[in-house]
């Protein structure tokens, strides 16, 4: 059974803190992604990763950045957080060979507050 | 650019009664096309695709949809709702021609359905 996983269901932190959110997944998957979903406007890539140490801008990078050192880890990082990333985060992955056409998984979910 | 329409926030039906969830495109190229459904509190689950061929796709849970080229849109449809479709169904879309990876989701269609 498929499986992709985040660190936290929900986060509470405060304004210039540093964030971390880990995503990992159990099914090999090369490619990796960083979506945040807001209500009325769908879910948009933040970044995402196709190998280890390999990582492209998605439509919204500023204030993120991001990490792969394993295979199967992908982090997010907030490097001093704001009220306007305040946001349900979704981390998702798939196989590189079919990457165009595979389905994305996605993990449950970090519900981010930052006050 | 590529894009995805959803547009009705909001679709209200009576259980046993079909249900139709909307979507249009744009992309440059071939479309490989998507429908994922988020229940509460949990992740975006998979329910069907397009890729190539026939025109009608069937997926989980009953559901299916059509891919109109010509109209360029992708309407889920159920011949008869169940109160447990309700949720929250994306609609997203990949361009076949170009590289990458990248996925662009709409802005989500909130299913109720009533008993």
């Known amino acids: 059974d498929v499986k992709v996983t985040q660190s936290s269901r929900y986060l509470v932190k405060r304004t210039g803190e540093k964030v971390f959110l880990e995503c990992v997944q159990d099914m090999d998957h090369e490619n990796m992604f960083w979506y945040r979903q807001d209500p009325g406007l769908g879910l948009r890539l933040i970044y995402f990763s196709y190998d280890v140490k390999m990582k492209e801008k998605g439509d919204i990078p500023e204030g993120y950045s991001v990490s792969r050192e394993k295979k199967e880890r992908f982090s997010l990082i907030l490097e001093s957080a704001s009220t306007n990333q305040t946001s349900m985060y979704l981390c998702?992955?798939?196989?590189?060979?079919?990457?165009?056409?595979?389905?994305?998984?996605f993990g449950p979910g970090t519900r981010l507050t930052v006050l | 650019a590529q894009s995805v329409a959803q547009p009705e926030d909001q679709v209200n039906v009576a259980e046993g009664n079909p249900l139709t969830v909307k979507c249009t495109y744009s992309?440059?190229?071939?479309?490989?096309l998507f429908w994922y459904v988020q229940y509460p509190n949990r992740g975006l689950q998979f329910l069907l695709k397009y890729i190539t061929g026939d025109n009608l796709v069937k997926g989980s849970y009953g559901f299916e949809a059509e891919f109109n080229k010509s109209q360029t849109s992708f309407h889920l449809k159920k011949p008869s709702a169940l109160v447990s479709d309700s949720a929250l169904y994306f609609c997203?879309?990949?361009?076949?021609?170009?590289?990458?990876?990248?996925?662009?989701f709409g802005a989500g269609t909130r299913l109720f359905v009533k008993a």
């Open positions: 997203a879309v990949r361009d076949a021609g170009t590289g990458g990876f990248k996925t662009i």
């Open positions: 992309v440059s190229g071939n479309p490989y």
């Open positions: 998702a992955s798939n196989h590189r060979g079919t990457g165009r056409t595979d389905t994305q998984y």
